[in-house]
C-alpha cells in the first residue's frame, strides 16, 4: 500500500506543480484564462494574488515529493508527517474551493481526490 499511497500524492504534487505554472506563471495567456474561466481584465487585475497562490501549491508540491523521499528512504516518521501536512493542505484547499464556489466542483474534485485517496493508502500502509 505504501507504493500506491507514493503513487497517488506524487501524481497530487505534480498536478501541483502544474497548478503553479499555470497560476504563476502562464497566468495571462489565452490558454490559462480559458482554463479557468477569466477574461483577459480579470487574469491582468488578479495576477498578483495568481503568482501568490501559485506558489502556495508549489510549495505544498515540494512538501509532498521531500516527504516521499523521507518515505522510500525509511524514514517513515518524518515522511508520513511531511505527506500528511503537505497533502492533507492539499486535499483541505480543494473542499475550501469547493465551499467557497460550488461552479469549481470539477476543479476541486480533480485538486482533491489524488491526495484523498494517497493519504488513505497511507494510512493502510502505516497501519500494517
Known amino acids: 500500500m505504501l507504493v500506491v499511497s507514493l503513487v497517488l500524492v506524487g501524481i497530487a504534487a505534480l498536478l501541483h506543480v502544474y497548478i503553479f505554472v499555470l497560476e504563476s506563471l ?11 474561466g477569466t477574461t483577459e481584465l480579470e487574469a491582468e487585475t488578479t495576477r498578483g494574488l495568481a503568482y501568490n497562490q501559485g506558489f502556495y501549491n508549489l510549495f505544498l508540491a515540494i512538501g509532498t515529493i521531500v516527504g516521499m523521499v523521507f518515505l522510500i528512504a525509511g524514514s517513515t516518521g518524518i515522511g508520513a508527517a511531511l505527506v500528511f501536512a503537505s497533502a492533507g493542505s492539499m486535499l483541505l484547499a480543494s473542499l475550501v474551493l469547493i465551499t467557497s464556489d460550488r461552479t469549481k466542483a470539477r476543479a476541486a ?7 484523498l485517496l494517497g493519504l488513505i493508502a497511507l494510512v493502510i500502509a502505516l497501519a500494517v
Open 109 to 115: 474534485i480533480v485538486q482533491g481526490t489524488a491526495p
Open 26 to 36: 502562464r497566468w495571462t495567456e489565452p490558454a490559462t484564462r480559458k482554463t479557468f
